[in-house]
């Protein structure tokens, strides 16, 4: 993520887990934290996750391994977002 905004990206994340996690319906732990990234960064985060996944979440098979499939929910999660 070289081109991102590092220091940005993690103090929002960083303020979203001291917020704690979102309530549904004001009393219901959802496990899942909200913060708001600016729109011109979702394609740049979907992007370098895309990169990261080839080099990091892929076996020799090509088929997924445990991180791929992390890096895969972080990328659903912003392609819902757009």
Known sequence: MERLHRVE?????EEAKRKGVYLAKGQ????KYCFKVPKEQ???IREELSVLLTVKGLEI????NAIGFLIENLIDIFESET
């Open 9 to 13: 990206l993690i103090e929002r994340l």
């Open 28 to 31: 219901y732990a959802t496990d």
């Open 42 to 44: 979702v394609n740049e």
């Open 61 to 64: 098979d090509g088929e997924l």
